[in-house]
């Protein structure tokens, strides 16, 4: 029953910038169960609705991801958060970071790996504008949450387009440039992180686009990163404002 309201608030915060699925498939991903992998990945989807009483104070979701061919780290989804104005400041925000902690690890468990099995969270974030008020209150409590930015200059992470098909018609798409905002679990204080595992991460975040983006737009976006991610040995973790 909180399915509409919630997606509503999502899409009215993220739909316009094209950053948000339609409500087909968000629905879709719900009935998503790691003990059903699809192709190599396991994976989970949450939609958290936080109320007050009657009130929907905060909406957020993400998906765990475990790709079963290797023995890489599950990976957490951030896809988009919204808390309402009046309880910004008060702490919620953490906690609706810390929450999908509780998903990966059982998905990890639905798929057999071990209990303490390496988790990393992510999120897709536009870069830091300090003529951006929210988006540089946001960075900034990412990044004292433990999330620190893989280095942009030389991950050149973009983001699918989401417009369907039948949007699409004969234009190519148009991928996002944006940021990877990464909390290694457990490893928050290490300045870098193994290019194996930034291309894990990548990986991961493809295949839950790939179940229901076009395969062009996919494509496109995977081709890029193929490249950028062979490069280093290992990434710089930066502040996420810087």
Partial sequence: PDFRPAFERLWNEFGARGEMERDTVIAERLAWTPRAPVGDFALQYELLVVRRGSEIVAVRDHTAVVQLSTGGPTIVHLSHVLVA??????????????????????????????????????????PPDPTDVPRTVRLRSYERAGFRKV????????????????????????????????????????PAMPGTEVAAVVAAIQGIYAVHLAASAVAQVQAAAAVWTRRQASFALLPPTL
């Fill in 85 to 126: 104005p009046s309880d910004r400041g008060s702490g919620l925000a953490a906690w609706l970071r810390a929450l999908p902690l509780q998903v990966a690890r059982r998905c990890a468990a639905a798929v057999g790996r071990p209990a303490g099995h390496p988790i990393v969270l992510v999120a897709e974030m536009e």
């Fill in 151 to 190: 280095d942009p200059s030389v991950a050149s992470y973009a983001q699918p387009d989401f417009r369907p098909v039948a949007v699409l018609g004969d234009d190519p798409p148009a991928a996002i440039p944006l940021v990877l905002i990464v909390r290694r679990v457990g490893q928050e204080d290490e």
